[in-house]
């Protein structure tokens, strides 16, 4: 019978939840990312103008702080003309992100960093997916369901 099942239905050990692949090799980019977003926003970056998109190539080391942070390698460093930018991809912020954040504003005040939260993802997603090839949704196949 199909529908609504109850919620003790949904916690016995005949349904499973598979959640999709995150981190892993993306053949249409020739990358290994961490996540569906980071490889989602890399192929959005590409769609730009941008004379260069490169995936974690720098590292940041920082002096001595009290956080016990020794370096920070951001998510993409974007370059055109001579001027460059830094982009980290975010779903949430923990404790030791906005310390990093801290810590590259006042060890590299010259650097821009920008961040995609969630929220500025979700918009990326609405506005450009469908036009931009091998983009990677998320489907949660839940007993015989799909949730989006």
């Known amino acids: 019978m199909f529908g609504l099942r109850k919620q003790e239905d949904l916690t016995k050990k005949n349904y499973k939840i598979r959640y999709p692949a995150k981190a892993g090799y993306r053949h249409d980019t020739k990358i290994y990312f961490k996540s569906k977003m980071e490889a989602n926003v890399y192929r959005f970056l590409k769609t730009k103008k941008y004379d260069q998109v490169e995936y974690e190539p720098d590292l940041l080391y920082f002096a001595h702080n009290r956080y016990g942070i020794k370096g920070y390698v951001p998510d993409f460093k974007v370059t055109f003309g001579k001027r460059f930018y830094y982009i980290e991809v975010k779903g949430f912020m923990e404790k030791s ?47 015989i369901g799909l949730v989006y």
């Not at 006042?106 to 995609?116: E, G």
């Not at 939260?117 to 839940?142: F, R, T, V």
Request: aromatic share 20%; proline share 2%.
């Open 97 to 143: 992100d906005y310390a990093k954040v801290a810590l590259v504003r006042r060890d590299y005040p010259w650097i821009k960093l920008f961040y995609i939260d969630q929220k500025k993802y979700n918009l990326i997603k609405k506005n450009y997916a469908k036009e931009i090839k091998n983009w990677e949704w998320c489907i949660i196949i839940l007993g």
